[in-house]
């Protein structure tokens, strides 16, 4: 079973069109819940930690808010240089000093 | 400050060969670690270093080794290759948690025929 999931695989929006990507985990002893933006031929980019259910933080037109099960980046009026790939990760108690990835989220924005 | 930086950008190997994938950082991080990313999947994580002379296997470590010598460098060996080490792999750094910030580097395309 994936340890951490995330939705939709890919998402297509017009520019200005608001939308929401999804990341839920199963752990228990959740340490810290990442955000990283991958552009295509790059090496990850860092966005957001988030360490506790209720916490919310933001950068230009994304939020990421946190759950005990899941965590949202939410979009807010997209622009086409905000397409890429967006991967969620998890550590944990149980992972010791691992990070566990999601698949990640294609996000397409066309103007 | 360059960061984290990976050679090659590609490779093509041939099966039964090895090669040696560098990765040095100069952000005097003492967490290093090496992941592979394959098409629709998450990024996995092979060997990593909580500072000069400790390492320790990640989910896929099978194919693999490293070694740690200083802070700066890590460098990642493969022993006769195979088809399924075909991926991009990704050398990653952190201070001096897991849970905090990670740095990557640009990647290294590999395929082996």
């Known amino acids: 079973e994936d340890q951490v999931t995330q939705s939709p695989e890919a998402l297509r929006l017009q520019e200005g069109e608001s939308s929401s990507l999804n990341c839920s985990y199963t752990?228990?002893?959740?340490?810290?819940l990442f955000w990283y933006r991958q552009d295509p031929g790059k090496g990850p980019e860092f966005l957001f930690t988030l360490y506790s259910a209720g916490e919310e933080k933001e950068k230009e037109r994304l939020k990421a808010t946190l759950t005990k099960k899941e965590s949202f980046l939410h979009i807010t009026a997209p622009k086409p240089e905000d397409s890429a790939t967006y991967l969620c990760a998890v550590q944990a108690v149980e992972y010791g000093n691992k990070l566990v990835f999601g698949a990640g989220t294609i996000l397409r924005v066309k103007s | 400050n360059a960061g984290v930086t990976q050679t090659p950008k590609f490779r093509i190997l041939k099966i039964g060969q090895s090669m040696t994938l560098q990765c040095t950082q100069d952000?005097?991080?003492?967490?290093m670690y090496w992941y592979r990313q394959d098409p629709g999947m998450g990024l996995k994580l092979i060997y990593y270093?909580?500072?000069?002379?400790?390492?320790d296997k990640g989910e896929v470590p099978n194919g693999y080794n490293v070694s740690r010598s200083t802070t700066e460098d890590f460098p990642l060996r493969l022993e006769l290759a195979a088809p399924s080490q075909t991926s991009v792999y990704f050398c990653?750094?952190?201070?001096?948690?897991?849970?905090?910030?990670?740095?990557f580097g640009q990647g290294t395309r590999l395929t082996v025929v």
């Open positions: 752990v228990s002893g959740l340490r810290g």
């Open positions: 270093s909580v500072g000069a002379g400790i390492t």
């Open positions: 952000m005097n991080h003492n967490y």
């Open positions: 990653a750094s952190t201070l001096d948690r897991v849970d905090t910030e990670a740095f």
